[in-house]
């Protein structure tokens, strides 16, 4: 059977796209990490995937002359490699319209918290853990949620939850958050690769037919 060829995307260490390749390598996961795309030159995913033999790729948009020229090049590189989903890992720029376009439901973002709380632009990192601490909030967690225009807004694939304790520090909260995130995203991923998820607007079920 031919896998299910993902693209991540990530901007930072990519503990994520670690998880997920660990999630592969140990059979829970049915898909190939087929390339890994970058906007960071100096991301510590792009070393990481080149120690460990990924095809990787720095590509961002300030390398070229408009934003066209640079989904073309994104578009190409994505159908060179034949990439079936998009999954954003840590990925700290917004997804264009002629990528959201050409991949209709199948690009997954991951987001630190329950959204739609504590979501939207300038809510990445550390900034979503401290704005929750501050707000008092008791719970948070983990959204998977496709891709749409909009920030953080597309429809929910899964979310989980943890406590938030009254000890907590948005450093502490982050490490929990993190260690859920990856126990939480090859499993979404897994339900593509599966051919299992339905989406009608902004709702997404699961068929019990595996197509
Ligand atoms: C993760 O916590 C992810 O949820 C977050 O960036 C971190 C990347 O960590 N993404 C966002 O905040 C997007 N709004 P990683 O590079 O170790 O995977």
Redesign the pocket.
């Known amino acids: 059977m031919s896998s299910f060829r993902i693209a991540v995307f990530?901007?930072?260490?990519?503990?994520?796209?670690r998880a997920i390749h660990d999630a592969i390598v140990n059979g829970k996961l049915n898909a190939e990490i087929a390339l890994i795309v970058s906007n960071n030159p100096d991301a510590?995913?792009l070393a990481w995937a080149f120690e460990n033999g990924l095809t990787h790729i720095c590509i961002a948009s300030e390398q070229f002359e408009d934003k066209k020229q640079f989904h073309e090049t994104l578009l190409k590189t994505l159908a060179l490699h034949r990439i079936q989903m998009i999954v954003?890992?840590?990925?700290?720029k917004k997804i264009g319209l002629p990528l959201i376009e050409a991949y209709p439901n199948k690009i997954l973002?991951?987001?630190?918290a329950l959204l739609p709380a504590f979501?939207g632009k300038g809510?990445?990192?550390e900034h979503?853990h401290k704005a929750i601490i501050d707000y008092g909030a008791k719970i948070t967690g983990?959204t998977v949620h496709l891709v749409d225009p909009e920030y953080?807004h597309g429809a929910i694939v899964m979310q989980k939850v943890l406590e938030v304790s009254d000890n907590d520090t948005p450093q502490t909260l982050?490490e929990r958050?993190?260690a859920l995130?990856h126990q939480t995203y090859y499993q979404a991923v897994q339900l593509f690769a599966e051919n299992k998820v339905i989406v009608q607007d902004r709702k997404v079920f699961l068929s019990k037919n595996i197509l």
Request: negative net charge.
């Open positions: 990530a901007s930072g260490q990519g503990s994520n796209c510590g995913v954003l890992a840590g990925y700290m973002n991951i987001h630190p979501g809510m990445y990192g979503v983990v953080d982050a958050v993190l995130e």
